[in-house]
């Protein structure tokens, strides 16, 4: 007999080699219709592969990130499989889930897929999901793994093979396909009922530009129709809501593939919403005790050398900067904490002066593959709004502490109602691909579980997730549609104060390390944009909008009168301009509101004669009329309430 614990602490009994879909059965036949997948001892694992020792032991349904992840894996494997019987010989690559769905990479030969197969493979799928056919597990050999996939010409699986240690190797076989893959998989393909795929897009082998073009087909799936169904309706919200769709029609940004691709302009509506978002976190950071600094955009390599960088985002940089003086070398920096560490460092400093907190909105550079580029959010120059905290241990916890209310200050007042917190700690058993002792870590990570605690976060645990120099707490949205972004990270470092060797004087006069704490609310300033342009549709707050109120004239008569209107308005702050085409007025209510102008205020005789406006609000119709004072003290109250966040 073995010992199983569950999550809620109890502990059962069962015979050696049950397994998860013979406990799930145990408890429920329901609960056994509904897993997907398991975890036992904190590893994944297949429902129908046996437990052999005392084990704890969840169960994931569908609604589950790991639940998902195994139903959308196991379906990669099931498009490779109907693309394997409608394109004899095609060859594979990589088949991941991701956040939503999946894709698989094949190499076709001399098939072309096009948008208009998609319908086809989709019918096979499901043709081959009604099989039922199970999700088989079985160890390998290294080199019997070489020998299987060469006799099938898997050019590309023996490529992977040759990296893996021998006796790790697993297969996973379903019906007629055969692929290497670590699991876990569906019981069978019955659990597959709805499919759709998605796109199709080119993708350079293992993201290398000088190797082989592969064919990425993208698709999700779901256990009900209904739940695809649902899930089509939130894909046609999003592109309605699409940050390049929308900044495009308001005029906020644009791309120049004469500039660079990647590199996104922001023309003046785009630039008065920025201003306006670094203006206010600036005032948040004032009356939070951090000092404004501003750094070059380039440094000496050796600078990124010291700071690890460059060996970890040497490869996803820009090429070095020779100048004429022999061997020197400049880089386009990654990354702002190394030229913060280095003004730290620039005389020196006591406990009296600690903690000191250094904030830039600077810019920074990374050479991303042109295929991952997406608008805003992905893109090779960016701008942080970055500050580094330098404190004594003592104060580490209270700083970290303080740095959550910001975040939580700033989601207030851009109407982010819903988000959750998760603590990203190092892989332990990949320990190589990070910087700093294990105490250190250690130190860093119980800080961070610490502060979230006392603020009373709710928190998920991901292991292997944390920066190379640090743990962090990240915080995720949920958007008007019920997306998740993350947003906002809190970082803990103690190794570039090392690498640094930064010091300040203690009270006892003895020398001693800071730490220091990463943080950026926003994240970066053209992702916070794009993800603030979905969650709005365009139609932000009103303190941020970067056109307030345009004033109408009903006819040229009263153009006099509408730039009256907009002088007191200017002056009194609030943002306006007018619209005096030769439109027709309803013409012009239908341009203006298209834009996402908050208020709209018609003029004609009876306004001029009375001194009045027609007011007409975004979303919400007629306001009815008002003095201009009334609307001037109507439009700062509302401003003020919502600025009103303390």
């Known amino acids: 007999m073995i010992r199983i614990t569950f999550p809620d602490n109890s502990v059962k009994e069962f015979a050696q080699g049950i397994t998860p879909l013979q406990i799930a059965e145990n408890i429920s036949q329901q609960l056994a219709r509904e897993i997907v997948a398991a975890t036992v001892n904190g590893k994944e694992w297949d429902v129908m592969r046996p437990i052999e020792e005392n084990a704890t032991l969840q169960l994931h349904k569908f609604d589950t990130k790991e639940g998902k992840h195994a139903f959308w894996h196991s379906s990669a494997h099931l498009m490779a499989e109907a693309l394997q019987q409608i394109y004899p010989g095609i060859r594979f690559g990589i088949g991941p889930a991701i956040e939503n769905g999946f894709y698989y990479d094949v190499d076709p030969g001399t098939a072309v897929i096009t948008e208009k197969d998609l319908t086809k493979i989709e019918e096979t799928m499901l043709e081959l999901a009604r099989q039922k056919n199970e999700y088989v597990r079985k160890n390998v050999s290294k080199n019997e793994a070489i020998q299987f996939f060469s006799s099938k010409n898997e050019e590309y699986k023996v490529e992977l093979i040759q990296e893996l240690e021998d006796g790790t190797i697993t297969y996973y076989t379903q019906g007629s396909f055969t692929d290497l893959c670590r699991g876990p998989h569906l019981p069978n393909t019955d659990h597959i009922k709805a499919v759709k795929l998605l796109n199709i897009a080119g993708a350079y082998w293992r993201g290398d530009e000088k190797r082989k073009q592969l064919t990425r087909i993208y698709g999700i799936t779901f256990p009900k129709k209904k739940m695809l169904d649902e899930y089509l309706e939130l894909l046609e919200q999003a592109k309605q809501r699409d940050h390049r769709k929308i900044g495009k029609e308001l005029e906020l940004f644009m791309f120049s593939n004469r ?60 090429q070095p900067i020779h100048t ?26 006591s406990y009296k002066d600690l903690p000191l907190r250094l904030a830039e909105f600077g810019t920074v550079y990374r050479y991303e593959q042109s295929g991952e580029l997406h608008g805003l959010t992905r893109v090779r120059g960016f701008t942080q709004d ?30 982010f109602k819903e988000f959750d917190a998760q603590i990203s700690l190092r892989d332990k058993s990949n320990t190589e691909k990070y910087i700093g002792s294990d105490e250190n870590w250690e130190k860093a990570e119980q800080a961070i579980i ?66 220091m704490i990463h943080r950026a609310p926003f994240g970066s300033m053209e992702r916070f944009v794009a993800v603030l342009i979905e969650h709005t549709g365009g139609k932000f707050p009103l303190w941020l909008t970067p056109e307030q109120v345009v004033v109408i004239p009903v006819s040229e008569k009263y153009n006099d009168f509408a730039k009256k209107v907009l002088n007191l308005l200017n002056n009194s702050d609030i943002r306006t301009l007018i619209d005096e085409r030769n439109e027709k007025v309803g013409k012009k209510i239908r341009d203006n509101e298209l834009k996402r102008i908050p208020y709209l205020l018609i003029v004609g005789e009876n306004e001029e004669q009375n001194e009045t406006v027609s007011v007409r609000k975004q979303g919400d119709g007629d306001k009815g009329i008002m003095t201009i004072p009334q609307f001037i003290s109507h439009i700062s109250t509302e401003i003020e309430k919502m600025m009103n966040f303390e």
């Open 450 to 515: 610490e502060a979230a605690a006392e603020k009373g976060l709710q928190t998920v645990v991901e292991y292997g997730e944390a920066a190379f120099y640090g743990p962090k707490l990240d915080f995720m949205i949920k958007d008007a549609i019920g997306r998740r972004w993350q947003l906002g990270t809190i970082q803990v470092d103690y190794n570039l104060p090392e690498r640094f060797e930064l010091e300040y004087i203690g009270s006892d006069d003895q020398r001693y390390r800071p730490v």
């Open 259 to 318: 500039v660079g691709q990647g590199l996104p302009m922001w023309l003046p509506k785009g630039a008065a919403l920025r201003e306006k978002l670094e203006q206010f976190l600036k005032n948040v950071q004032r009356k939070h005790g951090y000092s404004q600094v501003i750094t070059p955009h380039i440094g000496q390599k050796e600078l990124y050398v010291t700071s690890g960088h460059y060996a970890k985002y040497g490869k996803d940089s820009f």
């Open 324 to 349: 004429p003086a022999e061997g020197e070398e400049f880089l386009l920096k990654p990354m702002n904490c190394p030229h913060h560490c280095e003004i730290y460092k620039n005389k020196p400093r």
């Open 386 to 415: 970055d500050a580094h905290i330098f404190c004594t241990p003592e104060q580490l916890k209270e700083e970290f502490c303080k740095v959550i209310d910001i975040i939580f200050h700033i989601f207030k007042a851009l109407d």
